[in-house]
C-alpha cells in the first residue's frame, strides 16, 4: 500500500500500541498535494477522528492520513446530547492536545479542526476569527457544515490561505433543524440542491467535503462531479474518496447505539492501533463500507 506509513516503536503500555517519542525516519507528510495525488490514482482516504495527544498518535501510527478533531467530541467526551454546545475554546484545546501528540512521534496526519455551532454564523469576519483560532493552534484546515449560504464564508477563508473542509448532508450542529439523525438527500428535489451545494463550496474553494447519510448513488454523483473537491463519506456509501468514521464508535465504545453503517474494528484486534489499521487497510481495499448496509 503506496501510503503505508514505517513502523513506529511502541512503549509497551497496556494500549500496545503508543508510538515513542524516541526519533524516527523521516516520513512523507500528508498535504493538500499529497491527497489529491491519491485521488488521482484512485487510493481511498482515511479519516479518524481523535481529541488527544494519545490517540491522535496511535492513528498516525497506523497509517491514517487525516486527523479530524471533531465537535463529536460534545457527545463522545463531554456526554452532551448533540453537538451544539461545544465552544470555540474546547476545540482550541483538543486541536493542540491533538497537535502536540502528533509533534511529539514526528507524525505525518493531516489536522481537521471543527468550527463549532455559532463560531461562523454571525458573519465571515467571525468565520476568520474563529479560524483562526483553530489554526493557531496547529490545525491544517478548518471544517464547517452547510451550503448556500456557507459558500461565501468559504472563499473568504480560503482567500485569506485558510483550507477549508465543507459539510453536506445531515450536518449535525443543525439537527434540530433537520428533524433528528435522518438520511438526506433522498428525492430529485433535494438531491439536486446537494449536488449544487457541492459544486458551489468546489467553486469557492473547498478543497474537501464530508458527506454524511447521503444515499450511496447520489454520493458517487457528486464525486464525480467534483474534480478539485475530495469527498469524505460517513454513512454514504463507498464511491466517495475516502472515508471518516468517528472513532470511538469504530472501537465499539460509544454511549449509545451504533449507526448501522458502523463497523466495530476492535473485534479481533489485540489493540487499538491494531484495530485503526484493520479501518485504514479496509478503506483501502474497498470493503469497508459495505453499501448494502445503508441502501438509503
Known sequence: ?????????TSGTPYGTLPSASPMPQRKPVSLPRLQEMRE?????????????????????????????????????????STAGVTLETMRYHTE???????RVQATAWVLGDLPFGSYHESKEQALRSAAVLMHAGAHMVKLEGGGWTAETV??????????????????????????????????????QLKR????????????????????????????????????????GKGTAGQVLVMHDMLGINLGK???????????????RE???AYVAAVKDGSFPDDALHAW
Open 97 to 103: 492536545s491533538v497537535v502536540r501528540g502528533l509533534q
Open 41 to 81: 490514482r484512485g487510493e481511498k482516504i482515511t479519516m479518524l477522528t481523535a481529541y488527544d495527544a494519545t490517540f491522535a498518535a496511535v492513528a498516525d501510527a497506523a497509517g491514517v492520513e487525516c486527523i479530524l478533531v471533531g465537535d463529536s467530541l460534545g457527545m463522545v467526551c463531554q456526554g452532551l446530547s
Open 197 to 236: 451545494h457541492a459544486l458551489e463550496l468546489q467553486d469557492a474553494g473547498a478543497a474537501m467535503l464530508v458527506l454524511e447519510m447521503v444515499p450511496a448513488a447520489l454520493s458517487l454523483e457528486i464525486t464525480h462531479q467534483l474534480k478539485t473537491c475530495h469527498t469524505i463519506g460517513i454513512g454514504a
Open 1 to 9: 500500500m503506496s501510503s503505508a506509513k514505517s513502523a513506529a516503536p
Open 155 to 192: 472563499r473568504f477563508l480560503v482567500e485569506r490561505g485558510i483550507p477549508v473542509c465543507a459539510h453536506l448532508g445531515l450536518t449535525p450542529q443543525t439537527v434540530h433543524a433537520l428533524g433528528g439523525y435522518r438520511v438526506q438527500g433522498r428525492g430529485d428535489a433535494a438531491g439536486l
Open 258 to 272: 451504533n449507526p448501522k453503517f458502523v463497523r466495530n474494528f476492535m473485534e479481533g484486534q489485540a489493540s487499538v
Open 275 to 277: 484495530a485503526m489499521a
